[in-house]
């Protein structure tokens, strides 16, 4: 078995480059929530829970995403050291914002809900992707995922697909049947993202 051993040289992030990342993968991912919302989709995890919420009680996305994520800071705090409970609250506070600050700089007219709901898929993975290698997450499941990964040694993308699954059957009763199978794909495209790129042993900075 092959070991893969960091470089004797290797440095951590400058504290301007992991403020820099929280801000580009939280807009990633805000992008990809701003795209399934505008085809009335859903994505896996904690994102996924903030939707059917919203479809149900008509509140907005920013707001319930932010407070069902709280519960799972206490496990962050506990498990994973506050310097990535911080940051995913940072991260997390960004997204909220972010999901409700598109619609103010761009209007969507005719959007394609296969095309929206796989490069939703790809620009929320990768933004997860800059989030993890700067030692922080999206938040929910992506906190149960990088507790699973540095804990357990299972890759992050596996754990947060099968939580995904769950969320994404559970849409059944309140997304349209072609919609939810668009944002099926794309919430196969985003762990598929994240288990290739995000590997224990892959990444030291």
Not at 134 to 153: D, K, M, P, T, V
Request: net charge positive; with cysteine; proline share 3%.
């Amino acid at each position: 078995m092959t070991v893969i051993e960091p470089p004797l040289d290797v440095k951590k992030h400058a504290l301007w480059e992991d403020a820099l990342a929280l801000v580009t993968g939280a807009f990633m991912m805000s992008w990809g929530i701003y795209l399934l919302k505008a085809i009335a989709g859903v994505s896996g995890g904690l994102a996924g829970v903030a939707f059917l919420t919203t479809y149900i009680t008509g509140w907005g996305f920013g707001v319930v995403y932010f407070v069902i994520n709280l519960p799972f800071y206490y496990l962050a705090v506990k498990r994973l050291g506050w310097s990535f409970t911080v940051k995913t609250l940072i991260a997390v506070s960004l997204v909220s914002v972010g999901s409700s600050l598109h619609p103010r700089f761009i209007e969507i007219g005719d959007l394609n809900p296969m095309y929206a709901a796989v490069f939703a898929g790809l620009a929320i993975g990768m933004g997860m992707i800059v989030l993890f290698r700067h030692g922080a997450s999206a938040g929910g499941f992506g906190i149960l995922a990088a507790y699973a990964q540095e804990r357990f040694n299972i890759r992050a993308g596996l754990v947060q697909g099968a939580l995904d699954l769950t969320v994404v059957l559970a849409s059944l009763a309140l997304v349209d049947w072609w919609i939810l199978l668009c944002s099926i794909v794309g919430a196969v495209l985003l762990n598929f993202v994240i288990a290739i790129n995000h590997r224990p042993g892959r990444y030291f900075g």
